[in-house]
């Protein structure tokens, strides 16, 4: 599988984060190409990871086996109604990251024959560390899907989806999720600080926090909850601050922002598929 050509319409976030992750896990740069309308952006994929750059998306189409649409949602109908033809001749397996953008429309304007896998990965793609859900439309066959699946599991975890209306909700979960982390991270060493640690310690004593309690859940078969338990020594400091955040509305904040987020791709879908 790994001769196979990638192709990257759009070289942003999340295009870097899969095209640097596919290439620490063995990709060849030379497998790989990427199209975007940004020179500057181009420049620095050519100068660093060395891939096929073009500022012709169609150029891309002609060159690769697979191809990744990785534009903002706002401008995927009008790159796939630009590059529809090109792919139908080529019957082309087309793998779409966009959030919010459904298998109804991505088939309306890229034709109702191409088989397309819809995903949502994550940035930690960059660090091998991604997770991806995928949902196949049923033009795609077998080996497409292994080959989509391929390129996504050599950057991190893949599960498929029988039901595509889920993928909003994984876009809420693991899509947004690491903003969520970082955000965590962020107000914990804004409050660090607070408490006298100097900018140094406390990052690092955070990262290192965040990466072992990963770690720990991972590895373990018990639930998030009682893992914190473990942790809350009765009358001790831990029983301090997580009472503090569920007096506060730890649990019913979280729901309401991933609600918002779910939300927020349904209707991204119903707004920007309706054309
Ligand atoms: N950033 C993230 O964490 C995640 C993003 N996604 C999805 O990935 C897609 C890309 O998002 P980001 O990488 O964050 O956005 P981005 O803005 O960083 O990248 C988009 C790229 O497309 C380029 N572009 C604009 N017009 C173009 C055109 N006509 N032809 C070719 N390239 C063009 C832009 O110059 C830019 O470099 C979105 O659809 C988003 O929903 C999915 C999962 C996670
Ligand atoms: O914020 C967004 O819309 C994209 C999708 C998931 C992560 N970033």
Redesign the pocket.
């Known amino acids: 599988m790994k001769t196979r050509t990638i192709g990257f319409?759009?070289?942003?976030?999340?295009?870097s984060s899969l095209i640097r992750g596919l290439i620490a896990s063995g990709y060849a740069p030379q497998q790989i190409w990427v199209?975007?309308?940004?020179q500057a952006?181009l420049q620095s994929h050519a100068e660093h990871l060395h891939v096929n750059t073009s500022t012709d998306?169609q150029a891309i189409i002609a060159a690769v086996d697979v191809v990744v649409l990785?534009?903002?949602?706002q401008?995927?109908r009008e790159?796939s109604l630009q590059l529809a033809a090109d792919i139908c001749r080529k019957q082309l397996l087309v793998v779409s990251?966009?959030?919010g953008i459904n298998q109804t429309s991505l088939a309306k304007w890229l034709g109702h024959q191409v088989a397309i896998v819809r995903c949502?990965?994550?940035?930690p793609a960059l660090v091998l560390t991604g997770a991806t859900a995928l949902h196949a439309n049923p033009n795609v066959t077998g080996p497409q899907q292994d080959l989509a699946e391929n390129i996504l599991r050599a950057v991190g975890l893949t599960l498929w989806v029988a039901d595509e209306a889920q993928l909003d909700a994984v876009t809420a979960v693991s899509?947004s999720g690491?903003a969520y982390f970082f955000l965590l991270m962020e107000a914990m060493e804004s409050a660090a600080l607070e408490l006298g640690l100097d900018e140094n310690a406390a990052r690092l004593l955070i990262q290192q926090t965040a990466l072992g309690a990963a770690k720990i859940a991972l590895e373990s078969a018990e639930s998030p909850a009682k893992l914190r338990e473990r942790v809350t020594s009765p009358g001790g400091t831990t029983q301090k601050s997580i009472e503090t955040f569920q007096a506060n509305g730890f649990h019913s904040l979280v729901s309401k922002a991933l609600h918002a987020a779910r939300d927020r791709s349904i209707e991204m879908s119903q707004q920007l598929g309706a054309d």
């Open positions: 319409i759009g070289g942003g976030n999340m295009a199209s975007d309308t940004n952006v998306n990785a534009v903002k949602p401008i995927l790159i990251i966009a959030a949502m990965p994550n940035t899509g690491p």
